[in-house]
């Protein structure tokens, strides 16, 4: 995609690409309902092919493989307790119940695991009696620009 995408930029033009990573989602100290459904998340989406994780890694190297310049690289993530990351959490509540169909096809979880009716006020009561503090999904974004008026090989 990104080699077809790039044939259509002038010289000086800008690619950019804005992807999420799985890859650092996690609690501190751990807070294991918030832990597990970022795991049931993970899973489904690994057994997707969505590749979510080490987003930043495989980006640099797509970029390098089409022949574009080295991307510029920033990463954002969520990062917080109950209250600050609570919009997160019920996101990662809304997450797990939209998959929850996949997750039971696959063995993954049932509707037991996930209350879809509390999920939400779960996570953000678990997170806060633990004091956990949550990362959540990164963002990661690149771009770079196209150098001269030759397009990347095909």
């Known amino acids: 995609m990104l080699r077809r995408l790039a044939k259509h930029l002038r010289p000086g033009g800008t690619i950019l690409f804005l992807e999420p990573d799985w890859s650092f989602v996690r609690s ?3 807070s294991p309902s918030y832990d597990r459904c970022c795991r049931w998340i993970i899973d489904i989406f690994d057994r997707a092919g969505a590749g979510i994780t080490n987003t930043g890694a495989r980006m640099h190297r797509a970029f390098l493989a089409v022949g574009l ?3 510029i690289m920033r990463m954002r993530m969520i990062i917080g ?8 959490l019920r996101a990662m509540a809304d997450i797990a119940i939209v998959m929850l169909p996949a997750m039971e096809r696959h063995g993954v979880a049932t509707s037991s ?9 779960q996570l953000i009561q678990e997170v806060a009696s633990s004091g956990s503090v949550v990362i959540g999904r990164a963002d990661v974004g690149a771009w770079s620009q196209v150098q001269s008026a030759k397009t990347p090989p095909a």
């Open 81 to 88: 307790d109950a209250v600050s990351a609570s919009e997160w």
């Open 28 to 30: 501190e100290p751990p």
């Open 113 to 121: 695991d996930i209350d879809c009716d509390t999920i939400a006020k």
């Open 69 to 71: 310049p080295a991307p």
